[in-house]
Antibody, heavy 122, light 107 residues
Framework: EVQLVESGGGLVQPGGSLRLSCAAS????????MSWVRQAPGKGLEWVSA????????YYADSVKGRFTISRDNSKNTLYLQMNSLRAEDTAVYYC???????????????WGKGTTVTVSS | EIVMTQSPATLSVSPGERATLSCRAS??????LAWYQQKPGQAPRLLIY???TRATGIPARFSGSGSGTEFTLTISSLQSEDFAVYYC?????????FGQGTKLEIK
């Protein structure tokens, strides 16, 4: 069964840091791009970042560029999101999602995790 | 950045009837358009990709159409489990962008 399980969320003060993880199973992790998507309370979906299957290419939304870093460890089938200089507006549920096409980066998001909640507040 | 605009924001339809949801892109995204369904407290689920291809396990009552800048998601005969929020998303250009969502509610 294809599965994505996020972890690492929690309460952090403004200006603080947090690292999210996403453990993947049931598919060839290194063959697919991976993304992070977030959803602020009561709001819609916002794409945050993506990384190619090899990890050699990364992409960011302007709202997080320079503060967040996406990475992956294909030997551990795990995706990461390092979040620094956190702001109140980063408060959201963060979902990881896998791409749907082998080798593609600009593709749809096929499988989603259940999400992990990040709250930025003093 | 490509702006995706969905209409209407809320759609009230009776079970068994047809629902038509629209999505417009601020510039052409070719057929690189996906639709997702999200129920309260759940993660989004992929319904349609490539503007018109149903994802694995998605019932045939869901269909997508369009290309370029105008797209439509049609649900032919609404079931109780279809009442949810629907998002379109373009993946033709970076950043990938979502529409603001259409809430499909029971009339």
């Amino acid at each position: 069964e294809v599965q994505l399980v996020e972890s690492g969320g929690g309460l952090v003060q403004p200006g603080g840091s947090l690292r999210l993880s996403c453990a993947a199973s049931g598919f060839t992790f290194s063959s697919y791009a991976m993304s992070w998507v977030r959803q602020a309370p009561g709001k819609g979906l916002e794409w945050v970042s993506a990384i190619s299957g090899s990890g050699g290419s990364t992409y960011y939304a302007d709202s997080v560029k320079g503060r967040f870093t996406i990475s992956r460890d294909n030997s551990k089938n795990t995706l990461y999101l390092q979040m620094n200089s956190l702001r109140a507006e980063d408060t959201a549920v963060y979902y990881c999602a896998s791409g749907g096409v082998v080798g593609a980066t600009r593709d749809y998001m096929d499988v989603w995790g259940k999400g992990t909640t990040v709250t930025v507040s003093s | 950045e490509i702006v995706m605009t969905q209409s209407p924001a809320t759609l009230s339809v009776s079970p068994g009837e047809r629902a038509t949801l629209s999505c417009r892109a601020s510039q052409s995204v070719s057929s690189n358009l996906a639709w997702y369904q999200q129920k309260p407290g759940q993660a989004p689920r992929l319904l349609i990709y490539g503007a018109s291809t149903r994802a694995t396990g998605i019932p045939a009552r869901f269909s997508g159409s369009g290309s370029g800048t105008e797209f439509t998601l049609t649900i032919s005969s609404l079931q109780s489990e279809d009442f949810a929020v629907y998002y379109c998303q373009q993946y033709n250009n970076w950043p990938k962008t979502f529409g603001q969502g259409t809430k499909l509610e029971i009339k």
